[in-house]
């Protein structure tokens, strides 16, 4: 279900939150804005997965639907199992109490996606997982713009930082959030894992829900 209008929403730190990636609507997430490397859950220089081979797994999921897709993290290629749970969409006037420039705001509405990922094997994950970077937000079929460090606190939503020693059969919440048009209609939730960039798992919410 699309939660709208009463969305929770950070709005105690917007300066910190705004030491974010804010790309132009359209454009693909910029993951090399100043942040604090450790405590973003979309770090610069994170790892990277192998997109070249053929697709493999992905396809369009119904909320709450798992899917399952590797990952290489720093301490080896991890088996997920990725559930997009629910998506939170906020109001302009509350977007605009997120960053530390209202008119960064205008028009757009801050986004959030809860994504339950389990580890399934490969290897226990020491600190600070990658996975989480692979979640993007598509607002009427188009690219949002990655807001770091908004959903951390979010209720249900675990900080990276937090996440250690992380084994086989465990599951952790990331959240991430976007940038969206005002009135955007469907929201759709992408992850791909290795070798699934050409077709992404692919969870869509709308207020039709």
Same mark, same amino acid.
């Given at each position: 279900?699309?939660?709208?209008?009463?969305?929770?929403?950070?709005? !105690?730190?917007?300066?910190?939150? #705004?030491?974010?990636?804010?790309?132009?609507?359209?454009?693909?997430?910029?993951?090399?804005?100043?942040? $604090?490397?450790?405590?973003?859950n979309a770090g610069a220089g994170a790892p990277k997965t192998d997109k070249?081979?053929?697709?493999?797994?992905?396809?369009?999921?119904?909320?709450?639907?798992?899917?399952?897709?590797?990952?290489?993290?720093?301490?080896?290629?991890?088996?997920?199992?990725?559930?997009? *749970?629910?998506?939170?969409?906020? !109001?302009?006037?509350?977007?605009?109490? =997120?960053?530390?420039?209202?008119? $960064?705001?205008?028009?757009?509405?801050?986004?959030?996606?809860?994504?339950?990922?389990?580890?399934?094997?490969?290897?226990?994950?020491?600190?600070?997982?990658?996975?989480?970077?692979?979640?993007? #937000?598509?607002?009427?079929?188009?690219?949002?713009?990655?807001?770091?460090?908004?959903?951390?606190?979010?209720?249900?939503?675990?900080?990276?930082?937090?996440?250690?020693?992380?084994?086989?059969? *465990?599951?952790?919440?990331?959240?991430?959030?976007?940038? =969206?048009?005002?009135?955007?209609?469907?929201?759709?939730?992408?992850?791909?894992?290795?070798?699934?960039?050409?077709?992404?798992?692919?969870?869509?919410?709308?207020?039709?829900?």
């Amino acid at each position: 279900m699309l939660h709208t209008k009463t969305a929770w929403l950070r709005v !105690t730190a917007p300066v910190a939150v #705004l030491a974010l990636a804010l790309t132009a609507c359209g454009d693909k997430k910029d993951t090399s804005a100043a942040q $604090d490397g450790k405590k973003s859950n979309a770090g610069a220089g994170a790892p990277k997965t192998d997109k070249t081979s053929d697709p493999a797994g992905g396809g369009a999921r119904k909320p709450g639907q798992a899917g399952t897709g590797r990952f290489k993290e720093e301490s080896g290629n991890i088996t997920y199992e990725v559930v997009a *749970q629910k998506v939170h969409v906020g !109001t302009e006037a509350e977007t605009k109490k =997120l960053v530390s420039d209202p008119k $960064d705001a205008k028009g757009l509405v801050a986004a959030t996606a809860w994504v339950k990922f389990t580890n399934k094997g490969g290897g226990v994950v020491k600190e600070l997982p990658k996975v989480g970077n692979e979640t993007e #937000l598509y607002g009427d079929g188009r690219p949002g713009a990655l807001l770091i460090g908004a959903a951390e606190d979010g209720p249900g939503c675990e900080d990276t930082i937090d996440i250690e020693n992380w084994k086989a059969g *465990q599951s952790h919440t990331i959240c991430q959030t976007y940038m =969206l048009p005002k009135g955007t209609k469907s929201v759709e939730v992408h992850w791909a894992g290795e070798g699934q960039s050409a077709s992404p798992f692919i969870w869509r919410f709308s207020s039709a829900d």
